[in-house]
């Protein structure tokens, strides 16, 4: 029997394009020949053992890496929307107002809910109180946050739950607009019910976002992904629809993985 | 919290229903062949069930989709499985219209019409309306109409003990006669089992959408 790929997966555009990627911290090498395309308003799911680099290669999208002093890319390159950021005339602040992060662990600010989400567009020197009000309610509607808490806006984000924290974050990173969301396994501290709001938010914002997510649950994967890339020590093993990933993969490893059968 | 893939559970349930639509507009019209001695009809019926065939392997495959990537459980798990059983049942019903629609198209060239000597019609009958109603009790989550369906299978039993009777003895009987004769009487007994066969997938419809509902298994 001949197995359909995802329909969704026809006509798509490739807005990150990774070719030939090495990168390593000090000597160890931690990304070997990485090449693929990620596409646009897709979500891709990175899965694989712990430490087979897809939080490093996900850093590399942003140039989160700069940050890390040993860190470092030593061939290859990646190129969002036909450019080439490891360039030095890339302005990496720009770069990351493009490709914005959500972390595992929530961070807000230790501030109210309304300024953890005016303080990006604020940075960019935008005051008005009537833009940042509008930009603020928009972005916890995308968030699906805004009826939760449009009474509380001036209370301060750290008395919020761990989902809600979550999906503030997410408010924030879309609040300057970026068109490529990372987000390195978003729902590890969450429960199942925020861990689902999580991932409706993730299916609603694929309309108008390209979303690159690292996750350690098959079934998170498996549910919110068009893509998924199985890693396996630093090298990049299978990428192929998930349907085809998770139903009936080329590779042994990634079958023996994405089964539970893997070491 | 209802999640965006559970639109794909709608999608295999609407499929179902299509399908065991299908199956009876088939095998109804297969049976209006037979006993309106209406050759058209029977001959409508035979190119029908390819669409029967197609949808059962398509829900097939979005059952072990569904399965693999969406992680159901509960109440969602029973629709798989009663998807993949009734999408069997169904196309069996599919096959078995099939059947009659071939039989029937073949004495009606032959010889232009069937004498109806027995209760085909009757069982006909009572079988379509336990298909149809399976199907009712399918699309409206209807127990106790599921219910009412398991038991009027042992007339149709009951009927196709008798059409066989009837028409073996008189088989019997036609020994001398051509052989042409005596083979109309082969098919006709092949016909009332099919009809037979249509009326105990009608009765484990009726027991999926039971085992749908309740997660037990009906034993009458
Ligand atoms: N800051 C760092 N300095 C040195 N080595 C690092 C650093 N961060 C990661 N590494 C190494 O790079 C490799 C890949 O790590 P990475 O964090 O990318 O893996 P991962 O797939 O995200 O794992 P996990 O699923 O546990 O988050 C590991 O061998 C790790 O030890
Ligand atoms: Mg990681």
């Known amino acids: ?168 974050c997410i408010a924030r990173a879309l609040a300057v607009k970026p068109r490529i969301l990372l987000m390195d396994e978003p729902c590890s501290a969450l429960d199942p019910v925020a861990t689902a709001k999580v991932e409706e938010l993730i299916h609603e914002l694929k309309k108008n976002y390209t979303i690159v997510i690292v996750t350690h649950n098959m079934q998170q994967a498996a549910r919110v992904s068009d893509r998924t890339a199985f890693f396996y020590l630093g090298k990049l093993i299978e990428y192929d629809a998930t349907d085809t990933i998770f139903m009936n993969p080329n590779n042994e490893q990634t079958e023996a993985y994405v089964s539970g059968r893997f070491g | 919290m209802q999640r965006y893939f559970h639109e794909e559970l709608e999608q295999i349930r609407s499929k179902l229903i299509r399908m065991s639509e299908k199956a009876r507009e088939v095998g109804q019209l297969a049976l209006e062949g037979f006993v309106e001695c209406d050759l058209k009809k029977a001959e409508r019926a035979l190119v029908m069930d390819d669409e029967i065939d197609a949808l059962e392997v398509e829900i097939d495959r979005d059952a072990v989709r569904y399965i693999t990537l969406r992680g159901p459980v509960s109440s969602d798990v029973r629709l798989i499985l009663v998807a993949i059983k009734a999408s069997h049942d169904i196309e069996r019903v599919g096959d078995e219209a099939h059947s009659i629609a071939k039989r029937t198209s073949s004495i009606l060239r032959r010889e232009g019409k069937v004498f109806q000597p027995v209760a085909i019609a009757e069982m006909g009958e009572i079988a379509f309306s336990m298909l149809g109603d399976a199907i009712t009790a399918f699309i409206e989550g209807d127990l106790e109409l599921a219910r009412s369906i398991v038991h009027r299978d042992s007339e149709v039993n009951r009927l196709n003990r008798e059409n066989y ?28 089992k099919s009809i037979e066969r249509i009326a105990d997938h009608a009765k484990n419809l009726a027991e999926e959408v039971i085992y749908l509902q309740t997660g037990d298994y009906y034993n009458s």
């Not at chain 1, 090449?35 to 590399?60: H, N, W």
């Not at chain 2, 009837?166 to 098919?187: F, H, P, Y």
């Open chain 1, 1 to 168: 029997m001949v197995t359909k790929t995802n329909s969704s997966l026809k006509e798509c555009t490739p807005i990150i394009e990774v070719s030939e990627l090495d990168f390593a911290y000090g000597s160890t090498q931690a990304l070997f020949n990485v090449s693929m395309d990620i596409y646009e308003k897709q979500v891709t799911a990175f899965i694989g053992p712990s430490g087979c680099g897809k939080s490093t290669f996900l850093r590399c999208f942003n140039r989160m890496n700069d940050l890390i002093e040993v860190a470092h890319t030593k061939g290859g390159n990646i190129k969002i929307n036909g450019v080439d950021i490891n360039k030095p005339d890339v302005d990496v602040i720009e770069l990351r107002k493009h490709v914005g992060m959500v972390f595992q662990k929530s961070n807000p600010f230790p501030k109210s809910i309304y300024d953890n989400i005016a303080y990006g567009l604020r940075i960019q020197g935008i005051k008005k109180k009537e833009i940042l009000d509008q930009v603020v309610e928009e972005c916890l509607r995308s968030a699906a946050l805004w009826d939760e808490v449009k009474d509380r806006l001036q209370e301060s984000a750290l008395g919020m739950s761990g989902g809600q924290q979550q999906r503030l």
């Open chain 2, 165 to 192: 009777k009837t028409l073996s003895s008189e088989l019997d009987g036609d020994l001398d006669n051509e052989l042409g004769e005596a083979s109309t009487q082969i098919k006709i007994i092949f016909i009332s």
